[in-house]
């Protein structure tokens, strides 16, 4: 499978010029592309093809005197630029043809010289390359100094430099992983776990054990509402408001660095302890319009959850999402009597059939791990449990009520 690895770059003011100059370039182009599909549209002409786009936007507008700096940057960015429209577009149209799974995708739109991302991409016709000092040398652009975090696995297939609303510039490169080298460095294991998300806890899993939710977000409140108090009085268009909005956005950045941090060593370590993971498919969205919002954003449950997929399938594991709609939180995992709903602020009950006291998250991290499959063992045996056929006293043909029975 294919991965990206960032690493922060720190060019310095020449090549912050030159980079700024290739993010004009780009943006321009796409901008270009989508306003000749936009004419075609309205006139309802066929859309233009991607090598008649090429040859009109790129190769002839740099002979314009209103076009001729874009020979001032790599032919390639240019050519990605153009790539990124025609997937905008194809993305676009499979949306509203429904061949494409997950959330409807609107038209592509215009970029803006202020959006808080700008990007270029080189690929290998580039003819970009990594020095023996360790420094990304880009066309156009020159050689870049890296802080190296970690080491490549393999030859990356192209690189991507991503300026972000902090102002900071990161390295982001493709790479294809090895299946074997993955197979060794996290061998096979029998050992599964349910996994409850919540609001209090972090996550507690079947085996009792509670991770606490660091609330990154609340513990730098304080600081993220004096810094846009400071930014709301900036005179706008001034330089001393871009100085307090890149302090703004330097924090808001530092959350979201260390919440990703503790997503990635958690699911890590979840995925090299566990053959197989139950987790329950929450919906986020519909919460995230509650009064808990500012605490689900927190937590970042589906950025932790889609770090659990990729890992899985990177490394062999099984990840199974069991339907929002068990009632895990009602169901006691001793005697499988559901005793109804119950308010948040209730965390511990006693079922009514069996008499068991149970903390709220560890039993509904039991029962995800009974729903998913995974109760008896993780390697070796299916993962979904089989049809098992009713008994008598199951079928309610009887005409009076079966006895009670233990699960």
């Known amino acids: ?237 001034s330089k001393n408001r871009e100085k307090a909005r890149l302090k703004v956005a330097r924090a808001h950045a530092k959350v979201t660095d260390a919440r990703h941090e503790f997503h990635h060593h958690l699911s890590t370590q979840l995925i090299r302890d566990n053959q197989a993971i139950g987790v329950e498919d929450l919906a986020v969205k519909a919460l995230a319009r509650t009064r808990l919002a500012k605490s689900v954003h927190d937590a970042g449950w589906s950025t932790f959850v889609t770090m659990l997929e990729y890992k899985a399938a990177r490394y062999g594991r099984t990840l199974i999402k069991i339907g929002r709609y068990e009632p895990t939180s009602q169901t006691c995992s001793v005697c499988g009597t559901k005793d109804g709903p119950k308010p948040l602020h209730i965390r511990e009950w006693t079922c009514a059939a069996c008499g068991t006291l149970h903390d709220r998250d560890h039993n509904a991290a039991i029962n995800i791990h009974t729903a998913a499959g995974l109760a008896v063992t993780a390697c070796g045996a299916p993962v979904r449990p089989g049809l098992v056929p009713a008994q008598r006293d199951e079928t309610g043909s009887h005409g009076f009520p079966p006895e009670p029975r233990a699960a």
């Open 1 to 237: 499978m294919q991965l990206r690895y960032s690493f922060a770059l720190y060019p310095n003011t020449p090549q912050r010029t030159a980079l700024a100059r290739a993010f004009g370039c780009a943006r321009v182009v796409f901008n270009d592309a989508v306003r000749a599909r936009e004419d075609a549209r309205t006139t309802g002409e066929a859309f233009p093809a991607a090598g008649e786009l090429s040859k009109k936007l790129i190769t002839e507008a740099k002979q314009t005197d209103a076009r001729s700096w874009l020979g001032e940057v790599s032919a390639v960015v240019l050519q990605q630029s153009l790539r990124d429209a025609e997937a905008a577009y194809r993305n676009f149209f499979g949306s509203l043809k429904g061949a494409r799974k997950g959330p409807k995708i609107g038209a592509p739109r215009f970029k803006s010289r202020k959006d808080s991302r700008q990007s270029i991409r080189f690929t290998a016709n580039a003819r970009w390359s990594i020095t023996e000092s360790g420094r990304l040398k880009l066309p156009k652009i020159g050689e870049v100094k890296v802080k190296w975090s970690r080491t490549l696995p393999t030859t990356p297939t192209s690189v991507t430099v991503i300026k972000d609303a902090a102002g900071r510039y990161f390295a982001s490169f493709v790479i294809d992983t090895d299946p074997d080298a993955d197979a060794a460095r996290m061998p096979d294991t029998d050992q599964s776990v349910g996994i409850d998300l919540g609001l209090t806890h972090f996550a507690v899993l079947s085996d009792g054990t509670k991770i606490d939710s660091p609330k990154f977000l609340r513990r730098a409140e304080k600081k993220l509402k004096q810094a846009q108090r400071e930014l709301s009085r900036k005179q706008k268009g």
